[in-house]
């Protein structure tokens, strides 16, 4: 099996800075604190040029005309060798007594003076003093300790930046953690969960995010409301329809069957019927879509269950079957089972009219332990905007169809409270042509 490639590097970041606001802060953070470490780096040195040209100068050439005046006219190479050993200078002595330089000269070199790079004498005339006598002294300053405590400090602040980061991301993921709270909240109330509501962090003193929590949880609690009363409502209903609907049915049967009065009795009948199997998909519904859902699971062969079912429906033989035969033995309700099938396959049957094959229901085991349930059809399947609703309760793709045609739309309804309930997915799509309809049972606790 191929395993998906991950993205890159890149591709990562710029979908976590662009769908990530804890990423886009800390990002903002960080060009913030470069951008005020550049202009206070620039200024600090722009600032310190000024003074340097405008004070420090010419205390400097002040400076240099001592060392000058203490090595003498004409100048003593003994003083001088002490004056560099005493300061970071380079010397060099030239004239018609004395020709000296501290530093040997190095031909192969063109950068500072004798080829040592740590001695500056890119202003000459501002290092350099003639004696009396006649000789030129020229001085080097050593930039050696200017080159590497800038490195240092720049290093140094790099680190300082990047402390300050993970400081700031610290920070930031923790005044946004309440944010990961909401968005657990809101799918555990999305799928139907409202026994645990979003933590409100502060609840006496609250900030922004947190009076968002006690909004969502007010929300939620209101929407649980209103569903456990729909839910009351429609139990209340069904149970009390069923009383009538008996009664209705039993003095319907009751009927003469005279030539005169047996199509009304059949028609009514079969209305009565629709309308008890209404009631009762009403009822398995609502139990089934409870959280308290109770299974009454034992070892089943679901194969001989599929086969059961098919033999008991009208135009069973036109159903192709292409069933695993090494199938385990799975923990299934087997009433509620029974209803996901005959419900599927049904559904299948009535779609099939004039189309080029017939219904198909096929059973196989996966590699990974589960069993893969599917039931498709050959007929004109659905548009593709109204898959994803065709598993809500009372919908019809085809507002036109007559209930006799399309059933009153809890058909698959049903079918998917039923494979949720027993951990399993559900799936519908077009197979080009007709609809499948797929239910994954996971696999067993062993395999």
Known sequence: MNTPQRPRWHHRARHALAHSLRVRLVALFLL???AMAGTFLVGMQYALGIGWRDAAKPLVADYIDKLAAELGSPPSVERAQALTQRLPLSVRIGGPQVNWRSNPPDPGSDRGWGGDKRFKTDEPRFYERNTADGHRIQFGLSVQDWHDRPR??????????LLLTALAYA?????LRPLDDIRAGALRFGAGDFAQPIAVRHAHHPDELGELAATINTMAADIHQMLE????LLLAISHELRSPLTRARLNTELLPETADVQPSREALLRDLALMRDLVTDLLESERLASPHAALHREPTDLAELVREVVAALDGAPVVTQALATDLPLLPLDRTRMRLLLRNLLENALRHS????????????????GRVCLTVRDYGPG???????????PFYRPDAARTRAEGGVGLGLYLCKLVALAHGASFAVRNA???????VMLPPLPHA
Do not use: C, M
């Open 32 to 34: 913030l604190a470069l």
């Open 152 to 161: 240092f400090i720049g290093w140094a602040t790099l680190a300082g930046l």
């Open 171 to 175: 920070r930031v993921r923790r005044l």
């Open 229 to 232: 009363a729909k839910r009351t």
């Open 353 to 368: 009219a004039g189309a080029s094959a017939a219904p198909q229901v096929s059973l196989q085991r996966q590699g990974d």
């Open 382 to 392: 659905v548009p593709e905007d109204q898959l994803p609703n065709l598993a809500q």
């Open 432 to 438: 080009g042509p007709g609809l499948l309809i797929e």
